[in-house]
């Protein structure tokens, strides 16, 4: 089984984080390859409320060296959407391309290490967590492993956090937050909407004000640099609308309005006071448009930021031989580095996510030579480090 076959097989278990569905058997089949491969392996499952199965792949394979690394994946992805001109769940390779939902993120990151793993003497000590629910904050995932498996995470000297872009050695990722912005107001007839209260026109004119924020974020920079080819030098506050829900008939005037938000903050920023910061300008808004509009965040975790050490600065040189001379930056997404930094583990982020590969858009693909090359990294990495 190949680097492709193996991607192939992932991408077909549906790993919606909207659903949980094929968590346990995406889970136990990277479980029978792993022990394949010789690691000790274990499933942590998360404890989610909801009684769905949250399983964490936990792995090892110990050779007596001085340094331990942890590389960590995952295996949720987000909804497939609509409009794809294949399959999203069937690997499917054109012009030098593989599709299919997952293909870049992440899944070619647990795709590369399993084959890149295979026949191997590595240097160092290896541990693997393989994990779920990334996509919707991390509770029942690494945020639950890197809280209930502190003992198996002591002795680790370096993280390397696979989802992740193949231009930059992230030394920092973005905090985030995700919620949603609700405005009530007076169900009716359409026929007669001069006796209710449309929350849908409140709402749209609250968002026109809302959205400003996302200038605001341009005021306080980062020390971490942006990825190259970004607008803005170093990283900054981002904030989006990104989903609109209301009524269900035409004919209708709802009682209810509500918008999807994403707030990603800076590296460095703690959770609390981007919260806080949001906060005093969400009521700015009301008293401005006199809509008494409330929000939640639902999910939402801090990013990191990392200083280059000896040891980092070696990881870059052996994965430039690949990916041609990298520099250092911040991501602007999120990932799971901040569960496991804040365990004091020195944490860097590096994979397979290339850019305009459409992750978290229709059509995701990685080329085959990105995954070629991601595989090998991971071999140089292991053996030379």
């Known amino acids: 089984m190949n680097v492709i076959k193996i991607l192939e097989k992932l991408v077909e278990f549906k790993t919606d984080s909207t659903t949980c569905d094929d968590y346990q058997p995406c889970a136990d089949y990277i479980c029978e390859v792993l022990e394949f491969l010789d690691f000790d392996v274990q499933i942590i499952d998360g404890n989610a409320p909801d009684g769905k199965p949250r399983p964490n792949v936990l792995a090892q394979r110990m050779v007596g060296a001085e340094h331990t690394m942890l590389y960590a994946a995952h295996f949720v992805v987000v909804p497939p959407g609509k409009e794809w001109l294949t399959d999203p769940y069937k690997l499917t390779e054109k012009d030098g391309k593989l599709y299919g939902r997952g293909a870049s993120d992440d899944k070619a990151a647990i795709a590369a290490f399993l084959e890149a793993t295979k026949d191997m003497k590595p240097k160092i000590n290896i541990k693997v967590m393989f994990n779920c629910d990334e996509e919707v904050g991390a509770k029942y995932g690494l945020g639950y492993c890197a809280e209930h498996k502190k003992d198996w995470l002591n002795g680790i000297t370096l993280t390397w956090i696979a989802d992740a ?11 985030v937050l995700g919620g949603k912005v609700i405005v009530k107001g007076l169900g009716t007839h359409a026929g007669y909407n001069f006796r209710g209260k449309n929350p849908i026109n409140m ?46 008939q035409t004919n209708i005037v709802p009682d209810v309005a509500e918008a999807g938000i994403d707030l990603r903050f800076l590296p460095e920023e703690n959770q609390k006071d981007a919260e806080s910061h949001f906060e005093d300008f969400f009521n700015k808004c009301c008293e401005k448009t006199g809509i008494d509009a409330t929000y939640e965040f639902i999910y939402g975790h801090e990013g990191f930021y990392q200083e280059v050490t000896p040891q980092i600065e070696r990881f870059r040189q052996l994965v430039s031989e690949d990916f041609g001379e990298l520099v250092f930056g911040g991501e602007l997404g999120g990932n799971d580095g901040p569960f496991i930094k804040r365990l004091g583990i020195p944490t860097i982020a590096f994979g397979p996510i290339a850019d305009n590969t459409r992750i978290h858009m229709n059509n995701e693909y990685i080329t085959i030579e990105t995954l070629n ?6 071999t140089k990495v292991l053996q030379e480090f």
Request: net charge positive.
């Open 165 to 175: 872009s193949t231009h930059m050695i992230s030394i920092g990722a973005s905090g």
């Open 373 to 378: 090359k991601m595989t090998h990294a991971i």
């Open 203 to 248: 709402l749209v004119k609250f968002l026109a004000e809302l959205e400003k924020y996302d200038d605001m974020g341009k005021e306080k920079l980062s020390i971490a640099s942006s990825p190259p080819g970004c607008p803005i030098p170093k990283v900054w506050k981002r904030f989006s609308i990104t989903m609109l829900k209301a009524g269900y």
